[in-house]
Each structure stands twice: as C-alpha cells, then as structure tokens.
C-alpha cells in the first residue's frame, strides 16, 4: 500500500480482505436493523440475514488465499458469494462483487481509477442480472453512488469512498419517492441499507477501524463431528464422494496467459458428475461428485498445486437428510425440487410428488448452494424447480445457471400454493422438457392462495386499519382482512376470496395454529357446505394459516 499524508493510492489482495472483513462485520452488527426495514407488516424482514450470509460466504473463500493478489481474492469472494446468495438482495449483492471481481481480474493492484471503473462494472453487472429492474431499490442504491462519486476517482481511495457513501445515503434516502410501497410504509430500502453498510466497513478498514463481529462463516472450517455408525466395515459406497477443491494454476506446469481450463473442466466432467466449475485467474474452483477423488486429484496436480481440499463421504450426508430420503444413484429422466418450511407441509409436497424438498421459505431462504445440492441428490436430466416464494425465484435461477449436471427449469412459484397445485399437476407424458415447463407455468398462475399472519406494527394499507399483534389475511401483497384472532381473519380472509366458489380448499395450519384449526375447520364447514375444506398440519412458522383454492 502506498500512501501519502496518510491517504491510500494503490489498492491490493490484503487491503481488499481487510475490507471485506470489515464490511461483513459491519453489516453483520446491522443486520436486524436492516431486517426491521421490511414492507409488509409481518415477520419477514430477512434482507439483513440475506446480505449477511451472502457476504459471508465470499468473504469464507477469500480468507483461504490470504496474501494473493488482488484480482484473485475478488475472484475468490465473487464465488463464494455466488454459491451462498439468497433471496434477492444477496443475489443481486452476489452480482455486484461479481462484476467487482471481472474488472478487477488479473490485476495485482489497482489505483482509484480502477476501483471506480470496476464499481461501474458493478453497476452493469447488477443490472443485467435483474430481467426487470425497479428503480428505488438496491440496484439505484449503488448506480446513483457510484455515479456521483466519478469526481473522486483521480484521487486517494478514503476521499472515493466517502464521496461512494455520501452518493449512496442521498440515494437510500430518496427511495421513497422512487416507489409508493416504500413510502406508504414509512421505510427505505433495506437492500439499499445493507449496501452502505458494507461500504461503511469499506472506510473502516481504510481508516484502521475495526470492528469486532463472530462470523459464523469463520466457524464453519471447523471439523463437525461424524457419527461412525452410519458407515460401517460392511457398508456399500454408493454415492461416492462429494469432492471440493482450489486449484492454483502454476507457470512452472502451465503457459498462464494461453492456458485453456476447458482442458481441466473436460476431465473433471467424465471423471464424475454434479461439476461445478469456475476460474477466477489463476484460480481454479470444482465442486465434483466421485467415487475417485484420489485419481482426480493426482490428474489436476499436472497443472498446478492445491490451495483447499474439502472430501465428504455423501453416504453420511444422505443419511443426515431430514427433508428427502436418500435416493438411488440411478439417473432418471425428471426430478422435481420445491422449497417450504414446517415438517408437515414439505410431507405434503413429497406426497405431491417431490422428489426433493429444500428447507426454507419466508424468513429462511435458501442458498445457491442449497439449491445445487437438491439437484445433486435428485440426480434427474431434467429438474423442474418450485421455489414458491418471490424472494427465492432468483436464488433458484442463479443455482439453475452454475449446474451444468442437468437441464434445471425454474418454475416461478410465489406462493405455497402456486407450487402446490404447479407440482401436483405434473405429469411426465406432457411433451418435452419447454411443454411441461409451459404447463407447469399455466397451473401456477391460475392459483389462488391466501394467507394469515400476525402484524408486526400499526399500519393502513389497502384500506383497513392494522394494529401492532392483530392478525391480518392477505392475498400476495394485498391486505384483505384484520381481526384479533387469527380464525376471525382467516374467515373474513375466505370470505373476500370467494371460497364458496370454489369446489377445494386445501389448508395449511402454521405451528401457532394447531389449537385453533379444529374450531376453524368447523366453523368453515358450517359456512361453506358445498365446498370440501382438506386441513393438513403444515407447521410452517410465520403463516398460522396458508389457504390454496382449487
């Protein structure tokens, strides 16, 4: 690092670390501040847990090549943050390091000037990541900052920042304006909050600020114990091993600048299966299914030295699934992967005809690399892919694009119920793979489903009156019903939708709501007798009650 008068005008490996260190610490003290900035009056601020665990999966990466140059560790974060993004805004933050990371590939150092055209990289990335991209939200967050801190970029890198953060809090401050949900709510963005804090960790670490924060990426690298009874002497392998390495590309094996790694990436390819393969530099990524990971190793040591090896054992790790059972490693021609939470409903959805039900939903979304292990265990050419939440439509697609093992259809499910009635509907003889998917599709959207959840704060919206501990029934984001217990909201809920006109109606009852269903499923019997109410115990938390009309 070279300063002057204390200022930074050359940007390296290890500085880059500190400041993702330190942006990672600071958005993970902030980050139920940035939960609490939710739109909808319900338990489901989760952008703050969202951005956390995205960051922290790049920052896990690029803590193992501590000292490298600085292309190479914002290569290494951008793919961890690839593999550990969820919901949207971890998404979209995966973006922006990854269009960090282009620009800054191959590069040891960078001046300011670099740094500002890789934020500008950033920008475009991020953008091009989103198909309809919504003014007010992250995405205007960090163009607007980035455009208003170009004035700085000819000077140190602490004055660029400041003038990137001062950009970016005008801008966080005006997203109100730029959408009427944020401004009827009384809230900024909380992608756009979670950003700068980010970028507040960035001066941080510019300035010598540390801040102190227990990363659970960081305990992560510890060794979980293993349960030796579920391998034993006379134990078949027949998932072979999960095998995950990083490969350093050396000049004294390879020619750096005409080294093609299509040449690694082919062999990894037919010497195992759910491959995972990205370069960043000299750095060579695989995540690979195999029965030989030794043989793999030794072949890819005739290009260049291992920086991590991680091998599991997948026998133990299919005996630990508690969401789908171990499947045989036999390929078939169709997998279909879905997302819920609660014991009961993803036994509802299995019995739909899942074959792998991913664990998560509102408040708990998954990762990409949630999602890739679905697709690993399915083992199917063609998987169809029910995220039933708008926050993890992009989590899934993301994790569609990396896996190169199978043909990965992502239905966009919003709700539970759409990919209920989507997954049920499914039938092998359709056609091929793009007429099922169109299929899958017109099933989804012709679905009703409401729901019941407790409000978080006082608020009017759609034109009745919520109070802070009341329950309210809504369809998607519109508010329908509000009463003080939850069966009175789910029948006036019912009641705007119409469900006498509607042959079925299948219910979900949450954790909360086991008392109350018997005394609910009654009262809807006697007020809808020509329509047949199926009551399952969903024990989903957040929703005391999902209704999906048939």
């Known amino acids: ?90 998404v979209i933050l995966s973006r922006i390091f990854a269009g960090l990371a282009k620009s800054l590939a191959g590069k ?82 909380s992608g756009g909050a979670g950003l700068l804090q980010i970028f507040y960790g960035f001066q941080d670490a510019l300035l010598g600020i540390t801040t102190d924060y227990d990363s659970p990426a960081a305990a992560s690298h510890s060794m979980p114990p293993v349960d030796f009874s579920l391998f034993s002497e006379d134990t078949e392998l027949k998932f072979g091993y999960c095998t995950e390495f990083l490969l350093r590309l050396q000049r004294s094996k390879v020619d750096l600048d005409s080294f093609d790694e299509k040449e690694i990436e082919d062999y990894i390819l037919g010497a195992g299966d759910s491959v995972v393969f990205f370069r960043e530099g000299s750095i060579i990524k695989v995540h690979v299914h195999t029965k030989t990971p030794g043989d793999i190793l030794s072949h890819c040591q005739r290009w260049g030295e291992f920086l991590t090896v991680k091998i599991e054992n997948m026998t ?34 299995r019995q739909a005809g899942a074959d792998y039900v991913v664990e998560g939903g509102q408040t708990m979304n998954p990762s990409v690399s949630d999602f890739v292990e679905a697709f690993d265990k399915v083992a199917a050419d063609t998987i169809f892919v029910f995220p039933n939440n708008s926050n993890i439509i992009m989590t899934a697609r993301q994790a569609a694009e990396v896996y190169s093992a199978a043909d990965v259809r992502v239905i966009p499910t919003k709700d539970i119920g759409a990919g209920y009635v989507a997954l049920a509907s499914f039938d092998p003889s359709a056609g091929e793979a793009g007429a099922i998917e169109e299929a899958l599709s017109q099933a989804a959207s012709g679905v009703v489903c409401g729901m019941v959840s407790t409000a978080i704060r006082d608020t009017v919206k759609d034109g009745i009156s919520v109070s802070r501990g009341s329950f309210i029934g809504f369809r998607g984001d519109e508010i329908l019903s509000s009463a003080q217990t939850r069966n009175d909201a789910a029948c006036s809920l019912l009641d705007s939708l119409r469900a006498g006109e509607h042959d079925v109606v299948v219910v979900f009852s949450g954790a909360d709501a086991a008392e109350d269903a018997p005394a609910l499923q009654a009262a809807l019997g006697s007020a809808y007798p020509n ?12 929703f005391d009650y999902i209704f999906v009309l048939c």
């Open 1 to 90: 690092m070279h300063t002057e008068n204390q200022k930074t005008y050359e940007l390296g490996g290890v500085l880059y670390l500190k400041m993702l260190q330190q942006g990672c610490a600071r958005l993970g003290n902030n980050r139920q501040a940035v939960n609490d900035l939710n739109v909808f009056p319900i338990p489901d601020g989760d952008t703050g847990d969202n951005m956390t665990l995205t960051i922290e999966s790049g920052l896990s990466q690029a803590s193992q090549l501590k000292g490298a140059a600085l292309g190479e560790i914002a290569g290494a974060a951008s793919s961890g943050m690839l593999m550990g993004a969820r919901g949207n805004s971890g």
């Open 108 to 189: 040891e150092y960078t001046d300011t000037q670099g740094f500002a055209a890789a934020m500008q990289a950033a920008v475009e990335e991020a953008y091009g990541a989103v198909s309809k991209p919504v003014e007010g939200t992250i995405l205007t967050v960090v163009r607007e900052g980035t455009q208003d801190a170009l004035p700085l970029a000819g000077g140190p890198l602490e004055s660029y920042i400041g003038a990137l953060l001062h950009g970016m809090e005008y801008s966080l401050e005006k997203t109100p304006e730029k959408l009427q949900v944020l401004k009827d709510a009384g809230v900024v963005d």
């Open 316 to 349: 133990l790790q299919h005996n630990h699934s508690a969401f789908a059972e171990p499947k045989e490693s036999k390929r078939k021609d169709w997998g279909l992967v879905t997302v819920a939470s609660g014991a009961g409903l993803a036994d509802a959805f």
């Open 531 to 542: 329509t047949e109410f199926i009551f399952h115990e969903g024990g989903q938390a957040v």
